[in-house]
């Protein structure tokens, strides 16, 4: 069994990485789906554009998704009431578009229609579906009270749509990407500084080379380079498990599936097996990682595993999308609340929109502004998210296993063939100790999200640095 994505394999091991100084009109920072797609939907503007990944396009989150297409989604029941009607219509709009630029271009990316369910297994929570059914109604979406053909799981009220499809996010990324005729595309670049000098940005790559913008794009997970919107405040992360696999049962159809409760059950299937999520906890202080993988068998509902991973997503106080314009010629993309196709596919518009002066999609700036007022509510979820955060913090300082030595400033992992792996021991963002993830053989940062590789290379998060150790 790999303990890597199912979506990994379709990854391009090609590098082109920036090896000179340039100069353009519009810089995507992020070589995931949101930046691909904003690059798409700039790319016959006229304008010089460029993208940079620090890793291989596609690698981050977008290559650790389930990558279920509906409009049933968890998140609905936690978005405040007045939000729900626009933000399901940008969710609509977005899916509008994906199926067009698949359509238009006959692009092959196992993209089918299923059949979609969001239950619950607690009747307290039956009143909150009841509110997605009239948002449904509302919006002349047609569904079935029917529960989904899972016998293990106790379902006590569910909706069905018919409307929902499934996708291979990586093949589908490529293909967005080749068409993108007028980008230059650089990953294994990473940026380590942004500046903004004479109404020009100045972004600084860490082998030295430099990119002169006018306009900047941030289509990252965690943006790290926005110290002034206070975003480890602001946002928490969640840490999911996944695993694929042949499942236990047959139901003769594929089909699609979430619940609304605290305990987090996905499935959905591709090429005739099983992905199936669950374990989703904060990640600043709740993750267990050998314990939450145990978790992926606990329903038996995969038979055997082809393989596991886990991911991380980014959830704002209000579960909306942070999709808009920052600062003057300043952009940003993130936020999706582990439902990033549709909205990336708004918010991409959305931000072309804005770049090239235009009106539509624009009735979405305002629900997504990263900029909007903090309600008494959102106080209060970010005062939750401090309290995480220190204990991210205080995680980190006590963290023991049986696998790994640790010294005042290092920890050192010996791996079953005897060799020894030697990293710093706390994070270049913010100086919280890393955990050692014993599943994917990572360092992980509670506090933030940063990933490290064995070898100290940062792999996710907001960490800019890598935590090598050079051995002499």
Known sequence: MENKSIWSKYLEKNEKILDKNISVDVLIIGGGI????????????????????????????TSKMTAKVTLLQDILTKIDEKDLDLYLKSQI?????????????????CFKKNTSYLYTIKKSNIKKLDKIKKVL????????????????????????????????????????????????????????EVLKEDKKFIVKAE????????????????????????????????????????????????????????????????????????????????????????KLTDNNLIKEFDCMWSNIDLFPSDYLPIMGRIFDNMYILTGYSAWGILSSHIGSCLLVSLILKKKKYLKYQELFNPRKKITMKKFVN?????????NGFLKGIFAKNKLVFYSKDKAIYVSNDGYCYIVKRKCPHLKCNLLFNEVEKT?????????????????????KYNIKVDVK
């Open 137 to 192: 109604e509302d919006n002349k979406i047609s569904f079935q009270e029917e529960n989904p053909p899972l016998s293990s799981i106790p379902v006590v009220s569910s909706i069905k749509i018919d409307n929902s499809y499934e996708i291979n996010p990586i093949l589908y990324l490529k293909q967005v990407k080749n068409m993108c005729n007028n980008v230059q595309f650089y990953d294994h670049t990473n940026i380590v």
């Open 207 to 294: 082998n030295g080379n430099t990119i002169t913008s006018k306009i900047v794009v941030f289509a990252t997970n965690y943006p790290y380079f926005l110290k002034p919107l206070f975003f480890p405040i602001k946002v928490k992360l969640e840490k999911s498990y996944i695993g694929y696999g042949k499942p236990n049962f047959s139901t003769g159809k594929d089909f699609n599936c979430i619940n609304i409760d605290k305990d987090v059950h996905s499935i959905r299937f591709y090429d005739n097996k099983m992905i199936y999520l669950t374990g989703s906890k904060i990640n600043a202080s709740k993750v267990n990682d050998a314990k939450n993988f145990l």
């Open 443 to 463: 360092w992980d940062c509670p506090c933030h999200g940063s990933r490290f590789d064995l070898f100290g290379n940062v792999i996710a998060g907001p960490s």
């Open 93 to 109: 709009d977005g899916l509008k578009i994906l199926k067009s630029i698949i359509e238009d271009n006959n692009l092959d990316c």
């Open 34 to 61: 949101s930046g691909v797609l904003t690059a798409y939907n700039l790319n016959n503007s006229g304008l010089k554009i460029a993208l940079v990944e620090r890793n291989e396009i596609g690698s981050g989150i």
């Open 382 to 390: 970010s005062s939750f998210n401090v309290y995480e955060n220190i």
